[in-house]
């Protein structure tokens, strides 16, 4: 009778020992989650360390009588797996993205000197008579010549004869009226130049296409210059030798 006692004693003090240590566990698993989910991971993703001490603490204090399923614990083997596969990719992928940017970034600088095209010879009039300076880039000093402004069927409404001299990015006064002096009405219209070079070349430029003149950066993005103003790189349809 004294030995069953003994016996019942003893494993009366060895599920008390296990439910305080199975308690202990359980405090120290939340707190694992607690730090994981602050500080450096506030979305309070486990990453695959904390993952790993979380699974070794189960482990640690787990019932002698009943240990872990073993179908469980592969369960939770191949979730870290499957973590540190997702956390290699994303390192990847943020190294790839580092890189893709740094080569826009020196897509943009070859592009200096090179013409750039927005993709269109076509300007907008918004309101019927409104004023516009129309940025035209020469590539030799004018001598003579003069823009046309068309509409899609190409029938030209307004002719502006070109000053002597000009050359580069020049901006022509339109004051949104035809020869006529009607005034044009809203929608698209083309923009292009004829004109004898003062080297006695005939040279045709269109609205459009400019030189990129400088490159800056802006939040880690690249903005070009042309016809006098900033634009993201984006915005521009081509690159080409003038």
């Known amino acids: 009778m004294a030995t069953t006692d003994a016996i019942n004693s003893t ?13 202990k566990a359980t405090k120290e698993a939340k707190k694992l989650a607690q730090a994981a989910g602050t500080g450096a991971n506030p979305n309070g993703q486990l990453d695959k360390d904390a993952f790993m001490k979380l699974l070794l603490t189960e482990l640690q204090y787990q019932d002698p009588t009943a240990p872990m399923d073993t179908e469980k614990m592969l369960t939770q083997t191949s979730q870290l797996a499957a973590l540190e596969m997702q956390e290699n990719t994303n390192s990847t992928m943020k190294e790839l993205a580092s890189q893709l940017k740094s080569s826009a970034n020196m897509f943009a600088v070859a592009a200096l000197g090179k013409m750039a095209s927005r993709g269109t010879n076509e300007i907008k009039i918004d ?33 502006i004869e070109l000053k002597e001299g000009m050359v580069g990015v020049e901006k022509i006064d339109f004051n949104g009226l ?21 080297l006695n070349s005939q040279l045709t430029t269109e609205y459009g296409n400019y030189p990129v003149e400088s490159v800056k950066f802006v939040d880690g993005k690249a903005k070009v210059k042309v016809a006098g103003e900033y634009v993201d790189i984006d915005s521009i349809a081509e690159f080409f030798q003038g």
């Open 11 to 23: 494993s009366a003090l060895n599920y008390t020992q296990f439910t305080e240590e199975k308690q």
């Open 127 to 159: 309101t019927a008579g409104e004023n516009y300076q129309i940025p035209l880039f020469f590539y030799e000093p004018v001598k003579q010549g003069k823009v046309e402004i068309s509409d899609g069927s190409g029938k030209v409404l307004r002719t």
């Open 178 to 198: 035809d020869d006529k002096n009607n005034a044009i009405e809203p929608g698209n219209y083309k923009v292009k130049a004829t004109y004898l070079s003062q």
